[in-house]
């Protein structure tokens, strides 16, 4: 079993920048695909990015390129994804969770494995 615990949601004013962190435990995850996604209120989960775990191959839905960055940190005491928003907006808001893969990075992949989520609010 992993478990999946993101943090670093928050109240954000518009244009402004958040970066997501999703810790990982519970078994060795280095061959994990880790993905981001997220659901605003009254709409349907969706997926925003995930990167590979041995080649860091990343994927991105088109509406977060060139302002959300996937990364991530797998070492002998850490194994950690992290997603950097920037230039945020009010619809950017959403819970973000963390999930992981033992398929390719994509949005049409298994995540077996998923977050509680963490609250992104974008608002002035």
């Known amino acids: 079993q992993v478990q999946l615990v993101e943090s670093g949601g928050g109240l954000v004013r518009p244009g402004g920048s958040l970066r997501l962190s999703c810790v990982t435990s519970g078994r060795p995850d280095r061959r994990y695909t880790m993905g981001w996604f997220r659901q605003a209120p009254g709409k349907e989960r969706e997926y925003v990015a995930a990167?590979?775990?041995?080649?860091?191959?990343?994927?991105?839905a088109d509406d977060v390129k060139g302002r959300f960055f996937i990364s991530r940190v797998n070492t002998l005491t850490e194994n950690t994804v992290y997603l950097q928003i920037n230039s945020l907006k009010p619809d950017d808001t959403a819970i973000y969770y963390c999930?992981?893969?033992?398929?390719?990075?994509?949005?049409?992949?298994?995540?077996?494995?998923w977050g509680q989520g963490t609250q992104v609010t974008v608002s002035s």
């Open positions: 990167i590979s775990a041995g080649t860091l191959t990343k994927s991105y």
């Open positions: 999930a992981a893969s033992t398929s390719v990075p994509g949005p049409q992949s298994p995540y077996d494995y």
